[in-house]
């Protein structure tokens, strides 16, 4: 089983970028998606989540600018970034479980900077 996201990059204050997950080697599909994200030094903190029927769920932080979505047909998840702020400045990971086991993939970096 395989995550690569991809979308991370350069992006000034209040701009937005659209981050991509796909999930390859499986034939199940996840049972939750998440998007995670850790700044230097610090573990990793939650940003979304979101589940096989849909529901989503946000870090304070990031909600009402945030977007978690996911193309099931695809194994796709995708994360929109809206209004992004220095402090999003992080490496963003996503994640899928399946039957109880958790995926990471190897992250993007988005750097929020003028």
């Known amino acids: 089983v395989q995550l690569v996201e991809s979308g991370g990059g350069l992006v000034q204050p209040g701009g937005s970028l659209k981050l991509s997950c796909q999930l390859s080697?499986?034939?199940?599909?996840?049972?939750?998606w998440g998007w995670y994200r850790q700044f230097p030094g610090k573990e990793r903190d939650l940003v979304a989540t979101?589940?096989?029927?849909?529901?989503?769920n946000y870090s304070d932080s990031v909600k009402g600018r945030f977007t978690i979505s996911r193309d099931s047909a695809k194994n796709q998840v995708y994360l929109q970034s809206n209004s992004l702020k220095s402090e999003d400045t992080a490496v963003y990971f996503c994640?899928?479980?399946?039957?109880?086991?958790?995926?990471w993939g190897t992250g993007t970096l988005v750097t929020v900077a003028s």
């Open positions: 994640t899928a479980i399946i039957f109880g086991s958790n995926y």
């Open positions: 080697g499986s034939i199940f599909k996840p049972n939750h």
């Open positions: 979101i589940s096989s029927v849909g529901v989503a």
